[in-house]
């Protein structure tokens, strides 16, 4: 069964300190895949997806992501965290030639001043 | 700004209600998506509508319902609403096959 997996409810971090957000999917194919952060109260934005190609991919805010398809994995990082990172964020898995998305259950960041 | 926007920001109504929460997705987009977002169960999707057409549904209640209007604009009708239906409900729209989905702020509702 195709499913998104984000093994960290909640990850706290020092400002500055670097910050690894794990993700892992299950699907027989190479995914199309995305993260998205929330900001309390506020609706999703997209930080960053992948593809096709290479395998690192940027975003916004300083973020970027790796696609590893041995790991079936599309880890978030960020060498320095700011405070106004705190947020939540989503991995979410598309489906090539569909409408279909899954999310994951989301990581919370607390970032400690 | 995403360029989906939702209708009414906030909703605050009581048990047995109902309610409509209002849907426009960015300009051209096709596909609408329902989530619903609540503290113990997370991002739940809820149904999809594509040019007019139900193309799939998520863990969405009989209570509920929802449609595609011509002018692509979505509604989403919630019904002898309970306590346990407050939540914040994200509407989300797409212009491609496995795009990035465009998400707007969403309605947050809340029943007494």
């Known amino acids: 069964a195709q499913s998104v997996t984000q093994p960290d409810i909640h990850i706290t971090v020092s400002e500055g300190a670097s910050l690894e957000l794990r993700c892992n999917y299950s699907?027989?194919?190479?995914?199309?895949l995305f993260w998205y952060v929330q900001s309390p109260g506020q609706g999703l934005q997209l930080l960053l997806k992948y593809f096709s190609g290479d395998t690192l991919v940027q975003g916004i805010k300083g973020f970027e992501a790796e696609f590893k398809r041995s790991q079936s994995s599309f880890n978030l990082r960020k060498p320095s965290v700011h405070w106004s990172d705190a947020a939540e964020y989503f991995c979410a898995v598309g489906f090539s030639g569909t409408y279909k998305y899954i999310f994951g259950t989301g990581t919370r960041l607390k970032v400690l001043a | 700004d995403s360029g989906v926007t939702q209708t009414p920001k906030h909703l605050i109504t009581a048990t047995g209600q109902r309610v409509t929460l209002r849907c426009s997705p960015r300009?051209?987009?096709?596909?609408v998506y329902w989530y619903q977002q609540s503290l113990d169960q997370g991002l739940q999707f809820l149904i999809q509508?594509?040019?007019?057409?139900?193309?799939a549904k998520g863990n969405i209640l009989e209570r509920f319902s929802a449609q595609q209007f011509p002018d692509l604009h979505s509604e989403l009708n919630l019904s002898s609403l309970e306590l346990g239906d407050s939540a914040l409900y994200f509407c989300a729209s797409s212009g491609q096959v496995g795009g990035e989905l465009f998400f707007g702020e969403g309605s947050r509702l809340t029943v007494l």
């Open positions: 509508y594509y040019n007019g057409e139900e193309r």
């Open positions: 699907y027989g194919a190479t995914p199309y």
């Open positions: 300009s051209g987009d096709l596909s």
